[in-house]
Structures are given as structure tokens and as C-alpha cells.
């Protein structure tokens, strides 16, 4: 079972990354699917989370109206689209899978490793 984040780089600040998330393994298409990210010397933090179907998503505060997560079962895919990136938005990213709709860590069974966005001012 795996996730394999992909999609980081580095970006000027206002510019746009769309990250992916890609599932192998065994399907996912039941299981929320989120997004967190730790900036250097920082904990791990949400970033956003979607529901098993796509019809629900919800942000942290710092992301909400720039970043927008989405998902394609078919594809055992999850994406997450950054937009108005900032250089606060720097650090590595990590896609997760888990049975709760939630925002904590220990809320997610599957983690995969993450893929780094670096923003410069």
C-alpha cells in the first residue's frame, strides 16, 4: 500500500502548484483523504481533507479560499490545488488516508511522503 505525493517545485509568490496524490495498493475511493504539511522546524499541520465521495471538503483557516482539494476514484487519485501561494505556504506536503473526517494525524491510517513546495517572496 502506498501514496506518492508529486507535483512540488518551487513557485514565486501569487503563483499556482496543483499537487498529486496517487494510491496503489488497494483503492482508497472509501476513505477521506487529506492533506497536511510541516515547515521547517514546525509540527506537521492540516491543510484540508475531502470525504469518501468528493462532496465535502473542508480547509484550515490559513489555506481556505487559496487552496482547493479534490478527487478522482477512478483514478485512486487525490489532488490539491494551490493557488495565491505565499511564502508561509513553504514547506514539504504529505497526502493521507483514513475512515475519519478529521483534522488531526492520528485521525489518518496511510500517509505517504511528501513532496516539498518551496515559495519565494
Known amino acids: 500500500v502506498q501514496l506518492q505525493a508529486s507535483g512540488g517545485g518551487l513557485v514565486q509568490a501569487g503563483g499556482s502548484l496543483r499537487l498529486s496524490c496517487a494510491a496503489s495498493g488497494r483503492t482508497f475511493s472509501s476513505y477521506v483523504r487529506g492533506w497536511f504539511r510541516q515547515a521547517p522546524g514546525k509540527e506537521r499541520e492540516f491543510v484540508g481533507a475531502i470525504s469518501w465521495s468528493g462532496g465535502s471538503t473542508y480547509y484550515a483557516d490559513s489555506v481556505k479560499g487559496r487552496f482547493t482539494i479534490s478527487r478522482d476514484n477512478a483514478k485512486n487519485t487525490v489532488y490539491l490545488q494551490m493557488n495565491s501561494l505565499k511564502p508561509e505556504d513553504t514547506a514539504v506536503y504529505y497526502c493521507?488516508?483514513?475512515?475519519?473526517?478529521?483534522?488531526?494525524?492520528?485521525?489518518?491510517?496511510?500517509w505517504g511522503k511528501g513532496t516539498l513546495v518551496t515559495v519565494s517572496s
Open positions: 493521507a488516508a483514513g475512515g475519519l473526517y478529521g483534522s488531526r494525524l492520528y485521525e489518518y491510517d496511510y
